[in-house]
């Protein structure tokens, strides 16, 4: 292995390190607010990409369907808040409007804003429907259902899109030469998206109210309670920021890799591991995590690419234990 | 009056019972699921066969097909032809689109004693000619028909070192089985040979491997769109050789995504896929072009695949075979029919389909030859284009 060959698998390490590392952020994010393991998260981030292929094909995606009825069966269970409902419907409604419109013309620009917004109320519609109606279920219970989420959302998407690979044009398109490196110019957009997320969230936790409010639903949901917080509603703002960074991070990385209905578990997967590997708790150490697991993979694909998938995931075994041997002292569930 | 009409109704009903039962023949394809790109124009031609078999009838009996979806399952393939078999009572099956499905299949036919046609492109299906085996027999082209092609056409472009990169699962190590095989007695230098997963995002790795050994040519195992990612990559950085894909990517989805990145592509693909600019003299020119066209004038221009034409060729292997023996047995007689047909489908010689010449025999039930069902293809200007057969 020679400096060029050597620079080459760092680039990519550390191009697909930053993609787990968006999802690291989200899992991270929505584990401590509502300790659901957000499993569909891979899901939500190929729908947008997606979308937004079919609409640059002047069809009407599929998950505009779904987006709205996740919406109106929102509604239907808030009926008693009269105002919330309507509001609900209205969105449910404008949705499908946005979408006709997005495949009858619209230009590039709009379908790419569309194809986000399509997805953005699935991620706070999930934890209504789903994981609301269980203020008090376990961790395991969560993870069942979020496993479950999962496969739904994965059979939708490949009703929805089919069974082959799209690939949307890139913000940026053509190559930048780094030295004697070529990068695709869309790379650092991806960066800098990745660099702006951690900063938001960095600067949402430790300015803003509602920031705090999910730290402190994070750190002590009853006690959280008791001071005015509502529990649910920090699970909500958590689930919409996952599937926004989740959407956002699709579309960006989408004319990179190519984006197809089964791309969602994989990524969210070694997301979950670099995860893992900070515990999920820790932000910083979860971005740390997911450039070990992105700089592995590329260097073991060079290596022996037929055991790749196996050297990453074997690497949960060692932290797994080591994390195991650290919180013996904390055994049960919280409330 | 109303005796008249009871009369009438009794007479029509006797009518109608002296008429011979339709012989059954029981379809299983991937009609929804991963597969379902092939699935569906598989679907599709036996609804077009099956109104077109009806205008004649098949030596007088009619025709009925008895399609069941198994959505990509191996289960739901399995339980699909029980039920073809014990409730429906078909005389033969074929099907399914998926290797793994039609592997599964294998022991429900054989123990019912049911002759079977895969639409599956593995050779495992129908190799070894064993007893379960026997009542199996398959359409499409096997990967080392291909990659006798392959390095057919390699060693006429004067190719000496070759590198490999595959799926890891079932198809690239068919692939890399057959491939390395036939380079090693064609000559040939394999330098590299790497694995990616279908659903990788990234294969910069095996790529720099495989340009550091400096090959004269690379063949990409893969099918699909995913196999549209390592070509990128070796373009993206500097490769200049020859570039090979297996036919598991001749579809449009494959030119749609790849694009500019796919250009010069060499391929080698069913005859069908160019039918249009095959030499007068090849054999499967009418009946392929026959087929485009009839399918086209029943779902639409540009609407065929070359999968779906394996379906016709099961067809056409079939047809013949139920007209020999409608001779020497009656259908009402299952198990004796079902042997019946066997034997006389494993009698198939020259039957000039849309993919090739077939000629069954005890030990081959694939019974093709690569210079005739493999022509070689290369992706100019986003299309497919004829650039050599082997005949």
Redesign the interface.
């Known amino acids: 292995m020679d400096w060029t ?1 050597f620079s ?2 760092l680039a ?1 390490g550390l ?2 390190g930053t ?1 787990y590392a968006l999802l690291a952020l989200c899992l991270v994010l929505v584990f401590a607010v509502t300790r659901v393991i957000l499993v569909p998260l891979g899901e939500l981030l190929m729908f947008a990409p997606l979308s937004y292929a079919l609409l640059l094909q002047g069809q009407f995606p599929g998950t505009a369907w779904l987006s709205a009825s996740m919406l109106v069966a929102w509604a239907l269970l808030d009926r008693s808040r009269l105002r919330l409902a309507l509001a609900l419907l209205l969105l449910a409604g404008g949705l499908l409007g946005l979408a006709y419109w997005g495949s009858h013309g619209a230009p590039g620009w709009v379908a790419w804003l569309l194809a986000v917004l399509v997805v953005l109320p699935m991620g706070p519609a999930t934890y209504r429907l789903f994981f609301e109606p269980l203020p008090r279920g376990t961790v395991l219970v969560y993870l069942i259902l979020a496993v479950g989420l999962h496969f739904v959302y994965q059979g939708l998407g ?1 009703v929805f899109f ?6 949307p044009p890139p913000l940026l398109s053509g ?1 930048a030469n780094l030295g004697s490196l ?1 990068l ?1 110019r869309q790379v650092f957009v991806v960066y800098a998206f990745a660099l702006l997320a951690m900063l938001g969230l960095y600067l949402f936790f430790t300015r803003s109210l509602y920031g705090k409010a999910l730290r402190a639903c994070a750190v002590n949901r009853l006690g959280a309670r008791i001071s005015g917080i509502n529990p649910s509603e920090a699970g909500r703002v958590a689930f919409l920021l996952a599937t926004a960074i989740a959407a956002v991070s699709g579309m960006l ?1 989408a004319p ?3 984006a ?1 209905y ?2 969602g ?3 969210g997967l070694k997301g979950f591991v670099a995860g893992i590997l900070g515990g999920l708790i820790s932000y910083p150490m979860a971005v740390g995590g997911a450039l070990v697991v992105g700089l592995l ?7 022996a ?2 055991y ?2 196996a050297i990453v995931f074997a690497l949960l075994l060692p932290v797994l234990f080591w994390r195991s041997l650290r919180t013996l002292e904390l055994g049960g569930e919280e409330e | 009056m109303k005796r008249w009409f009871f009369l009438l109704v009794a007479a029509l009903g006797l009518a109608l019972s002296q008429q011979p039962a339709p012989l059954k023949i029981g379809v299983v394809v991937s009609a929804t ?5 092939l699935g569906i124009p598989e679907k599709n031609t036996f609804l077009l066969l099956e109104e077109e078999a009806n205008k004649r009838g098949v030596a007088g009996r009619r025709v009925q097909f008895i399609i069941l979806d198994d959505a990509s399952d191996t289960t739901q393939a399995v339980r699909s032809t029980r039920k073809l078999i014990q409730e429906d009572g078909v005389l033969a099956i074929i099907g399914t689109t998926t290797t793994p499905a039609s592997l599964g299949m294998i022991d429900v036919v054989a123990e019912a004693k049911v002759p079977m046609i895969s639409l599956a492109a593995s050779k495992s299906i129908i190799a070894p000619v064993d007893a379960k085996r026997s009542w199996v027999f398959k359409t499409p082209q096997t990967e080392e028909l291909m990659a006798r092609a392959i390095i057919a056409d390699m060693k006429e472009r004067g190719v000496k070192s070759v590198a490999y ?1 595959g799926f ?1 699962d079932a198809y690239g190590e068919g692939w890399w089985t057959f491939f390395s095989q036939e380079a090693k007695e064609g000559g040939l230098n394999v330098v590299a040979s ?13 790529i ?2 495989i340009i ?1 050994a400096r090959p004269d040519a690379v063949l990409i195992g893969a099918s ?3 196999a ?2 390592p070509q990128r990559t070796l373009n ?2 500097g490769y200049k050789g020859l570039i090979y894909q297996t036919h598991g990517v001749a ?1 449009p ?1 494959f030119l ?2 790849g ?1 500019k990145d796919v250009e010069g592509t060499l391929l080698p693909a069913g005859p069908i896929l160019v039918a249009e600019q095959l030499p007068s003299g090849f054999p499967s020119k009418r009946p392929a072009l026959d087929y485009i066209t009839r399918y086209e004038t029943k779902f639409g221009i540009g609407s065929y695949s070359t999968f779906g034409a394996h379906a016709y060729d099961a067809w056409l292997i079939l047809r013949p075979a139920l007209e020999r023996a409608l001779k020497n047995a009656n259908p009402d007689n299952l198990t004796a029919f079902r042997a019946a047909l066997r034997d006389e489908l494993e009698a198939t010689k020259n039957v000039v389909a849309s993919h090739g010449v077939f000629n069954y025999s005890k030990d081959d039930h694939l019974g093709l030859r690569f210079q005739d069902t493999a022509v070689m293809v290369q992706v100019q200007n986003g299309r497919w284009k004829l650039v050599r057969t082997f005949r």
Do not use: C
């Open positions: 060959i080459f698998l990519d191009q697909n993609i490949l089919g069974p082959e690979q799209y690939r190559e070529p695709p990385i990179l890799v190519n197809a089964f791309m578990f994989l990524l993979e590329s260097y073991s694909s060079f290596v690419s037929a790749k998938e | 699921g991963p597969a379902a790109s990169i890891n790497e694995r990616y997963a279908r659903t990788d995002t990234s294969v910069t790795g095996q720099l491997k550091a699909g769109t995913p549209v990612l993206e950085r579809n989805d749609r995504v694009g």
